[in-house]
């Protein structure tokens, strides 16, 4: 069983950054793609990224193309999200997702685990 801790959100106005971190324990990490998610307001999960399980592919949704960057350190067992740019519209919920198997996949339900979320939020 795999728990998955995120970090990192909080208040921020737009055009500012933020780096969301997930901490990984009870499995062994390089098992698994890495994926991050989230949900905004009255909104359906959203694919944001996504991450081989040795980082060599990664995969955006096109509205964070080149203002967010996933990242993982395996040896920490921790995936990170860098955002940049950000816009109120990124305003959610962020979780991070654990998928068993080596390739990136977008799909909410392909993911085996989740985090409990940190909430992001920017202001206009």
């Known amino acids: 069983q795999v728990q998955l801790v995120e970090s990192g959100g909080g208040l921020v106005q737009a055009g500012g950054s933020l780096r969301l971190s997930c901490a990984a324990s009870?499995?062994?990490?390089?098992?698994?793609?890495m994926g991050w998610f989230r949900q905004a307001p009255g909104k359906e999960h959203e694919f944001v990224a996504a991450?081989?399980?040795?980082?060599?592919?990664?995969y955006y949704v096109a509205s964070v193309k080149g203002r967010f960057t996933i990242s993982r350190d395996n040896a920490k067992n921790t995936v990170y999200l860098q955002m940049n740019s950000l816009k109120p519209e990124d305003t959610a919920v962020y979780y991070c997702?654990?998928?068993?198997?080596?390739?990136?996949?977008?799909?909410?339900?392909?993911?085996?685990?989740w985090g409990q979320g940190t909430k992001v939020t920017v202001s206009s």
């Open positions: 991450i081989s399980w040795s980082g060599g592919s990664t």
């Open positions: 997702a654990a998928y068993i198997g080596i390739m990136v996949v977008t799909t909410k339900d392909s993911y085996d685990y």
């Open positions: 009870g499995g062994t990490f390089t098992n698994y793609a």
